[in-house]
């Protein structure tokens, strides 16, 4: 991170000259706009006076030591990140300055890496929960502004789509909606009904590839008594159903030839004929269709009626696939964190970079579908309150998290064996903790010291 792309303004609060003196001319190099308070009641003067992002501040002082500072202080810092600092403190005062509000604790003596450590940690962490809350915040503004039934985007290929859906709905025109398997397509059918004039009567969706087609022509347009073996009564088709409605056939390619025949007459004189049935009858259901086939190459090979397509394709919509606009990634994922949080009972609170990069990089075949069932996945399947790659399929690049213990080892020391697991688990902490030391010691059951002596001479450098 460029320290000096975006100076921040910090304050050292310290008795020790010489301490003061060392940081103060340490993070003057390093970009930081430097204040400086010889104790705590200086320091809440300061405070009066001037906004700081970040405080450095000593544990033991006259006057007014670190721990009664931060008491003093806690409710008026708002978003300020404090640091302490001590030679004398235990992990039990490290774990009291959490409580009382501060997001690390460092032992003295430190060296200079390692104060410029602690705060690039502690401004990455700052910048990921201010990304969160304001992906949360598009997400409210666009779920009231880019909303459409139920679905939101921000891409502008898919607010143009839903203004276009939005003007449909309130004509009866027959719509045909085309895209890849999970980009939505019922969803835009969905809200075309519900957001018109059709929207208190059925809405009746029909899969015309998941019905055999021995009894797809009954059940679209019904039976009479005795039409065939089996048929002990009369049975409304799903067009009857629909009827001031909408009738919404999903993968409309797959209807049988003698189906599309009978289809068309629907469309072009509102009426069907029941199996067995020798009068016609008047039906009023609009009709919304939806494929991922070509259809223009499906009238070329015979397998689609030339006419029935040129009637159902009054208007179109093409719904682009999730890898053209990745866009709204961030937003859906996100918007299925809060859904699976709320469903599972979960209380996952951030998406780590290294997550949102790898969900950015992957194709999406399955579209927004496959988004949702691989962010349920890891909601499900997450240990902390932070999404990590370890909880994505290994489909999107991650690294396998089932692997047999022996696979981490080669031979039989037990003390390399402890090396590999400790170090492995100390990058596992620290990553669930957004590079949050103490938190990250506390998870392993360690002191602070203990850790740093770990990470130092396992070379971890986060």
């Known amino acids: 991170m460029d320290f000096t792309a975006s100076p921040r303004r910090l304050l050292i609060i310290d008795d020790e000259e010489n301490m003061r003196h060392m940081l103060s001319v340490l993070l003057k190099k390093a970009g930081y706009k430097v204040d400086i308070a010889v104790d705590g009641l200086m320091g809440i003067q300061m405070l009066d006076q001037t906004s700081y992002e970040f405080i450095l501040c000593d544990i033991k002082m006259p006057k007014m030591d670190g721990m009664a500072f931060l008491k003093s202080v806690r409710d008026k810092i708002g978003e300020t990140t404090i640091i302490m600092m001590s030679a004398y403190g235990t992990f039990d005062t490290a774990i009291e300055a959490m409580k009382l509000g501060a997001y690390d604790y460092i032992s003295k003596p430190f060296n200079s890496d390692e104060i410029i450590l602690a705060l690039k940690k502690a401004e990455e962490r700052e910048q990921l929960r201010k990304e969160n809350i304001k992906l ?102 799903l067009f009857q159903e629909a009827d001031c409605g909408t009738m919404f056939l999903d993968e409309i390619g797959e209807l049988p030839l003698f189906l599309q025949v009978k289809l068309l007459r629907v469309l072009q004189d509102k009426e069907i004929r029941p199996i067995g049935d020798a009068k016609t009858r008047k039906v009023d259901a609009r009709v919304i269709a939806a494929t991922s086939k070509n259809l223009e190459d499906e009238v070329k090979k015979g397998t689609f009626r030339e006419d029935l397509f040129y009637r159902i394709n009054v208007m179109s919509i093409k719904l682009p696939p999730l890898r053209e606009r990745t866009e709204d990634i961030p937003l859906l994922t996100r918007l299925f964190v809060d859904r699976f949080n709320q469903k599972i009972r979960r209380d996952i609170q951030e998406i780590s970079p290294s997550t949102m990069s790898l969900l950015l990089k992957h194709d999406w075949p399955g579209n927004v579908r496959e988004l949702e069932n691989v962010i349920e996945r890891a909601v499900i399947l997450s240990e902390k309150k932070i999404l990590l790659p370890e909880n994505l399929p290994e489909a999107l690049g991650t690294k396998s998290g089932n692997k047999r213990i022996d696979d981490f080892f080669e031979g039989f020391s037990l003390k390399t064996a402890r090396k590999t697991m400790e170090k492995r688990l100390i990058s596992r902490a620290l990553d669930a903790t957004g590079g949050n030391r103490t938190k990250a010691a506390r998870l392993l059951e360690i002191s602070h010291p203990s850790l740093l002596s770990k990470m130092k001479a396992y070379d971890i450098k986060k």
């Open 136 to 237: 949360k915040a598009q997400v409210k503004k666009i779920e009231g502004n880019y909303r459409f039934g139920n679905m939101v985007a921000k891409s502008k290929s898919m607010k143009e789509i839903f203004m276009l859906a939005e003007k449909m709905a309130h004509h009866d025109t027959t719509v045909l909606i085309f895209g890849e398997s999970g980009t939505g397509k019922e969803l835009i059918a969905k809200g075309i009904h519900f957001s018109g004039e059709r929207s208190k009567n059925h809405f009746v969706p029909v899969n015309c590839g998941g019905i055999p087609e021995n009894l797809l022509e009954s059940e679209l347009f019904g039976y009479k008594k005795g039409a065939f073996t089996g048929a002990e009564k009369n049975k409304a088709g």
